[in-house]
Every structure is written in structure tokens, then in C-alpha cells.
């Protein structure tokens, strides 16, 4: 079946913009993380959703990083007022619920390249 | 939280040759250790994962080995091919309040030269 998508692949935001981001998760997984992976280095957790409820948000960098996903499918990560430092790829991935067989594997997306001018 | 620690950072080699990548981990609470594969410009691939309560794990040419008392896994790779050249990232989590959030390592570039 279909994979994670997310859109764009490629975004260039002059410093100050406002950016979304998509990720359009495996159908049926409930499970819903956002990863920043600078260049070079492993992906950092930001934020994870459990269908619609954002249940852990403890990797956001700033107040101005916002995640929603309103009906426990498709999420977005929105970004205001970008800053350089925010220049990295955003990675969605997603999995089934947490169960007694404990934690499911992750599929990740292509990931959106953010590039701040 | 965790904080997993990878070595080597680079790791070359001839092609058939074995490749050894090493993980430690901080958080004994910590039950699942996926390795992932990355292409330049490429989504993280899955490709072999292992459970606490699971001591080694083999899929054809690869293998990964977990130590808890240590709190170290390591991923082997056989017969090694051009092809497995990329960027190879461990990572630990563990459920409850940390959801299965991954905790990754900074990742080994692993080059196979035919």
C-alpha cells in the first residue's frame, strides 16, 4: 500500500515567513511524530499525536512551532516567523497504536528540505 | 531522557568484507532498538529491529546483537555490497509516557568499494 507522503518536498521561506508543512500518514496508523534531522546529524523527535490528541510536544524547539492534526490522519507542522536556524528537514513518521506487544515500527516520509534565506 | 551514543562515524570498506556498527544506550527502560538505512536525499529506511526480550536477530545479511546489562546493540553486516553504502542511524525507545518516540545516534556513513 501507499506509504507517508508529505508536501512540499522542497521549501524556501525568506526569514520572517510563515511555513506549513504536510504529512499524510499510513492509512490506520494512529500513531503520528514529527523528527527535525539537520544536516549531518540523526533526526530529533519534535512532537507525537495519538489520533488527534498531541500527546507529547516536549521536542518543540520554540513557541513558534505548531503541529495539529484535527482528524487523526493528515497533520501539519507550521513554523512562524522562520528563523535560519530552522533550516533542516522535517520528517513525519508514522505507526501503529502502542499495544501490549508494546512499541510498533516507524515508516517515515521523505521529509520536507526547509531552507531559510 | 535517553541518549544513545553510535560509533564509528565513518566506516569504509572492500566489497564482501564485514561491517560492524556500535550502539550504547542510557535509559534502562528502553525495550525496542531499530536500525534505519538512509540514502542521500532519501526517506530512513527500516531495516531490522530488536526487542529487549530478544538477545540477537538475523535477516539474511544482516544482524543486530543486544546486550542490556550493557546497554549496547550492535548491527553486523555480511558479505557487504556496494549497494549498502548510506548513512545507517541506531535508535532506542520505549513506550508509556515517551509514546515510542525514537532516541537516534548520529549516525554511521558506511562506503563499500567494489
Known amino acids: 500500500g501507499a506509504g507517508v507522503s508529505q508536501s512540499p518536498r522542497y521549501k524556501v521561506a525568506k526569514r520572517g515567513q510563515d511555513v506549513a508543512l504536510r504529512c499524510d500518514p499510513i492509512s490506520g496508523h494512529v500513531s503520528l511524530f514529527w523528527y527535525q534531522q539537520a544536516l549531518g546529524q540523526g533526526p530529533e523527535f519534535l512532537t507525537y499525536f495519538q489520533n488527534e490528541a498531541q500527546l507529547d510536544k516536549s521536542g518543540l524547539p520554540s513557541d513558534r512551532f505548531f503541529a495539529e492534526r484535527p482528524e487523526g490522519s493528515v497533520s501539519t507542522l507550521k513554523i512562524q516567523r522562520t528563523q535560519q536556524e530552522d533550516s533542516a528537514v522535517y520528517l513525519c513518521a508514522s505507526s501503529l497504536a502502542l499495544g501490549l506487544a508494546g512499541v510498533h515500527e516507524q515508516y517515515f516520509g521523505p521529509g520536507t528540505r526547509l531552507t531559510v534565506t | 531522557g535517553e541518549n544513545v551514543e553510535q560509533h564509528p562515524s565513518t566506516l569504509s570498506v572492500q566489497e564482501g568484507d564485514s561491517a560492524v556498527i556500535k550502539c550504547t544506550y542510557s535509559?534502562?527502560?528502553?525495550?525496542?532498538f531499530p536500525w534505519y538505512k538512509q540514502e542521500l536525499g532519501k526517506r530512513p529506511q527500516l531495516i531490522i529491529d530488536i526487542r529487549s526480550n530478544v538477545g540477537e536477530k538475523k535477516d539474511q545479511r544482516i544482524a543486530v546483537t543486544l546486550n542490556k546489562t550493557a546497554k549496547h546493540f550492535s548491527l553486523h553486516i555480511t558479505e557487504t555490497q556496494p549497494e549498502d553504502s548510506a548513512v545507517y542511524f541506531c535508535?532506542?525507545?520505549?513506550?508509556?509516557?515517551?509514546?515510542?518516540?525514537?532516541?537516534f545516534g548520529q549516525g554511521t556513513i558506511l562506503t563499500v568499494h567494489p
Open positions: 535508535a532506542a525507545s520505549r513506550g508509556g509516557t515517551s509514546y515510542g518516540k525514537l532516541t
Open positions: 535509559d534502562s527502560a528502553s525495550n525496542y
